[in-house]
């Protein structure tokens, strides 16, 4: 085995786990679709030098194994959203307050939006892929993910000021 795919393989693994984590909102679903999807990498293994961008056939796979799993769980909708902040302190309880509000009604708005520009908004504005990579990643055209990113920006534009 090459040892710079090995390292790709080692060096992808967190942000899987945070695009895992971005899907499911919850600590333990994400572990569960992290786990499958570098199970499913590494028995690809002898493919790895065929992949033009390893990262987006990462990425591909973890979203395939969040839908499968999704699938399965249907009839469970994720309500959980797990607090990102560190503990506050004293002084500082009512700031908290407010951000976790903010938050939580930031996350419930993106929610509402259907999970592929759920997907886009994610890849682009936290992991920042280009557009060509999470077209890829999504096997969609490069016109249509600019299109739910526009779309997934206004909807969070007009909402959030509300």
Sequence with gaps: ??????????????????????LTKNV???RDIHQDTLIKIWEMREQWG?????????????????????KARQRRRYAEL??????PQP???????????????????IQRLPQLQQDILYLREVEEFEYREIAKILEISESQVKVYLFRGRQ????NFQK
């Design 28 to 30: 333990s679903d994400a």
């Design 91 to 109: 002084n500082e309880v009512e700031t908290h307050m407010v951000i976790d509000d903010l938050r939580y009604q930031f996350f419930r708005m």
């Design 82 to 87: 797990d607090n990102l902040s560190e503990k």
């Design 50 to 70: 065929t992949w033009e961008n390893f990262e987006a056939y990462g990425m591909r796979i973890t979203r395939n194994t969040f839908l499968n799993f999704q």
């Design 1 to 22: 085995m090459n040892p710079t795919l090995y390292d790709k393989f080692l060096s992808s693994q967190s942000k899987l786990y945070r695009f895992a984590y971005s």
């Design 155 to 158: 909807f969070i534009k007009t």
